[in-house]
């Protein structure tokens, strides 16, 4: 079983940055895709961005290319999502989640592990 957790989170000015962190425990995440997504209130789940095992894959949604990072480092379990030039619509929980394959990586239904998710506020 692989655990995750969020940090990272916060309340942020339009055109700010964050920098959100995904560490995983009890089993090593250098195998697995892992993938970022968010949730918005009174909205579903959407993709954000994910990265194959040995980062020289990534995929992002549309929405965030140019503007959101994702990254691992696999000597330290931890997965990252840089966020710079933030709005106001990305605001929502994010989460982070792991896969064994990296295909179809924009369904959240082929994750099996995620973590509990960490809010992120952007104001006007």
């Known amino acids: 079983q692989v655990q995750l957790v969020e940090s990272g989170g916060g309340l942020v000015q339009a055109g700010g940055s964050l920098r959100l962190s995904c560490a995983a425990s009890?089993?090593?995440?250098?195998?697995?895709?892992m993938g970022w997504f968010r949730q918005a209130p009174g909205k579903e789940r959407e993709f954000v961005a994910a990265?194959?095992?040995?980062?020289?894959?990534?995929y992002y949604a549309d929405s965030v290319k140019g503007r959101f990072t994702i990254s691992r480092d696999n000597a330290k379990n931890t997965m990252y999502l840089q966020m710079n030039s933030l709005k106001p619509g990305d605001t929502a929980v994010y989460s982070c989640?792991?896969?064994?394959?990296?295909?179809?990586?924009?369904?959240?239904?082929?994750?099996?592990?995620w973590g509990q998710g960490t809010q992120v506020t952007v104001s006007p």
């Open positions: 989640a792991a896969r064994q394959l990296y295909k179809r990586v924009v369904l959240d239904n082929e994750y099996p592990y």
């Open positions: 009890g089993r090593t995440i250098s195998s697995y895709t």
């Open positions: 990265i194959n095992w040995n980062a020289d894959m990534t």
